[in-house]
């Protein structure tokens, strides 16, 4: 009974979103009601707890809310600017192919955003893109979510690592740099393939044929740009440890990717363009303004995100100028929800946006006519936010009840992990997952599950090191399918509703990347 009342909170949105094909909006609030009831009458939470996790998901979801804004109105400020058709002019002077195309994109160039920043930013900023590029929105969100996986481990300058591992007996800097090596390691044998994936998935779903052939036309090449980006990432672990292997793999990808692209190495001579949106009208002007111009809003994105991580000072204005921090909400002691509003990969957005206009020689009206559309489209969204942040902060704070139990996530992990034993190997990537489906963080995933990954290893004898790298990448991998990355990604291609459809699309990738992880880990503690 507690079992299933602990896993009401995975069960009622793949229900309510997957199964009966709600929107978010709808599906998520009912999740929360039936998820809210349940902890109270069966779990114990005391109503004042959860009166505030349920405000603490509200304040996060107005973090969530700022980014997303940040996101849009980048991008709406550079499609009245003139930047987006420029860009986009570059792209296809790479190359037409829309399976190169969204490797380049979602893949390679989310990874340097996903490297810098994190917090969903990636999908937000790339779907867009490769909506203007031609693709259906329902292809952009589902590829550009499939995508921002890989480099999550390393995220925002390392921090699923570096934070997510913390609370660990041995924490420090020798063990994040253990982990991110293998991390690293293991991933040469699943995230290499995720370029095929992203063709697969394009080609298979959103091709006029639907065949595989297309896609292992483009094997070689997509293998390729995977297996550069996996063994540098391997290399820059290895030499330098965890915090830039995402940024320095996705530029060595960038490189290696659009240079053989150019050239047509490993590539088909055709060019795959199945999958263009009929309805969109391709614009009939030449752009005149150069592409260090139309790109440097987003050159801007990533210089200030690594400058306000990396650069002491800087780093501590961020973090303290703007601190609308809520602490203790409600008196509850350990309910609190974090916003440095400068450290925010939102305010960089707007930044982004408000010196586009600048460099590109624009009247202001562009960002102001960009942020009423921003704001208007973004309605949907937050309200199916607030449900989600609302059921995920009560499932994480379930472990303050009055009969003892621990947290429903708690009690998930150890149910399942006395029924797997040695065997848990397999299964400790999904751990991961499931953390970040529920909290739609990677780093909240190993913060919350490292521990419990930890005590398992030590006591069915298998290698800690190896479990909590699974960890790691299944919470990366989990990213592809949590609530609010899928609403976030929706929203801003313009699905809002249309969220279990989106997940339809990316639970297969994000259960075999999993189960890859988990193989290559079970082959792996043969050896060692």
């Not at 590829?143 to 420090?172: C, E, F, M």
């Not at 961020?318 to 509003?341: F, K, P, Q």
């Not at 624009?362 to 559309?373: D, G, I, L, T, V």
């Not at 991998?477 to 509703?497: E, P, Y």
Request: charged letters at 10%.
């Amino acid at each position: 009974m507690l079992l299933l009342v602990a896993f009401s909170a995975i069960i009622t949105p793949f229900i309510f979103l997957v199964l009966l094909r709600m929107s978010a909006k709808k599906g998520m609030f009912f999740s929360a009601l039936i998820v809210l009831g349940l902890a109270f009458f069966v779990w114990g939470v005391d109503g004042r707890v959860i009166a505030a996790s349920v405000l603490e998901g509200t304040h996060k979801t107005l973090t969530i809310l700022f980014i997303l804004f940040g996101a849009i109105v980048v991008l709406n400020t550079l499609r009245r600017t003139g930047a987006v058709d420029r860009i986009n002019q570059g792209f296809r002077s790479i190359s037409t192919d829309m399976r190169v195309q969204v490797v380049i994109v979602a893949f390679l160039f989310g990874s340097l955003i996903e490297g810098a920043s994190g917090f969903g930013t990636p999908a937000a900023v790339t779907g867009p893109l490769m909506v203007a590029l031609g693709f259906t929105p329902m292809a952009a969100a589902a590829l550009a979510l499939i995508a921002d996986s890989s480099a999550v481990s390393y995220g925002a300058v390392g921090t699923p690592i570096q934070v997510g591992l913390s609370n660990l007996p041995d924490a420090g800097l020798s063990l994040y740099k253990e982990i991110g090596a293998q991390v690293a390691f293991l991933d040469l044998f699943a995230g290499t393939f995720i370029p095929f994936v992203l063709v697969v998935i394009l080609t298979i779903f959103f091709g006029k044929k639907k065949g595989w052939k297309d896609a292992f036309q483009l094997f070689p090449w997509a293998f390729f740009v995977g297996i550069t980006y996996t063994s540098s990432a391997l290399l820059y672990a290895t030499l330098f440890g965890h915090e830039f292997v995402a940024i320095l793999a996705s530029l060595t990808g960038l490189v290696a990717a659009t240079t053989t692209a150019k050239k047509g190495f490993l590539l088909p001579k055709e060019e795959w363009k199945d999958a263009l949106d009929e309805n969109m009208k391709p614009s009939g002007d030449t752009p005149s303004m150069s592409l260090l111009t139309a790109w440097s809003p987003y050159l801007i994105i990533v210089v200030l995100l690594l400058v306000t991580r990396i650069v002491p000072f800087v780093k501590e204005a961020a973090l303290t100028w703007v601190d609308w921090t809520w602490t203790d909400i409600l008196g509850v002691e350990g309910i609190t929800s974090d916003w440095e509003v400068l450290y925010s990969p939102g305010a960089v957005l707007v930044a982004a946006a408000l010196l586009a206009v600048v460099i590109q020689r624009k009247p202001f009206r562009h960002f102001a006519e960009a942020s009423k559309e921003s704001l208007t489209s973004m309605k949907d969204a937050a309200l199916a936010l607030i449900a989600t942040l609302a059921l995920v902060q009560v499932f994480t704070n379930s472990g303050m009840n009055a009969q003892d139990l621990v947290s429903m996530p708690q009690y998930i992990a150890q149910t399942l992990a006395g029924s797997f034993g040695p065997m848990w190997i397999l299964v400790a990537p999904f751990l991961g997952e499931l953390g970040s489906f529920i909290t739609g963080s990677a780093t909240v995933s190993t913060l919350t599950f490292a521990p419990i990954q930890y005590n398992i290893a030590q006591e069915t004898g298998l290698d800690t090191n190896t479990v909590l790298s699974l960890q790691v990448i299944g919470a990366s991998a989990g990213n592809m399918i949590c609530v609010h990355n899928v609403v976030a990604a929706g929203a801003v291609v313009g699905l809002s509703g249309r969220e279990g459809d989106i997940i339809r699309k990316t639970l297969g990738p994000a259960l075999l990347y999993g189960a890859l992880a988990g193989l290559v880990g079970f082959v792996f503690t043969l050896f060692i």
